[in-house]
């Protein structure tokens, strides 16, 4: 409610948030409102398809060794 209420514009936006929710901070605000964004972005918010959808993280490997040609041909499936 305090995201509707102050102007996306104004000035020290995040202090006038934080004022409007008692006991958060302007950063645990902004940190709150990145969540539920990132939550709607991969579909796990509770709103978005009712919890139909599976969400998986993956596990990123970077492998120091290799040549940007190498990276290049991995991306592409390319041997």
């Not at 509707?4 to 202090?15: D, G, H, L, M």
């Not at 596990?59 to 041997?79: H, L, Q, S, W, Y």
């Amino acid at each position: 409610m305090a995201r509707r209420e102050v102007p996306s514009s104004a000035p020290s936006y995040w202090k006038k948030i934080a004022a409007r929710v008692p006991g958060q901070t302007p950063e645990t605000c902004k940190a709150m409102v990145n969540q539920i964004l990132l939550d709607k972005a991969r579909g796990t918010g509770k709103q978005f398809f009712g919890g139909y959808v599976e969400v998986k993280e993956t596990k990123m490997v970077v492998d120091t060794e290799a040549t940007v040609g190498k990276r290049f041909k991995a991306a592409f499936g390319i041997k």
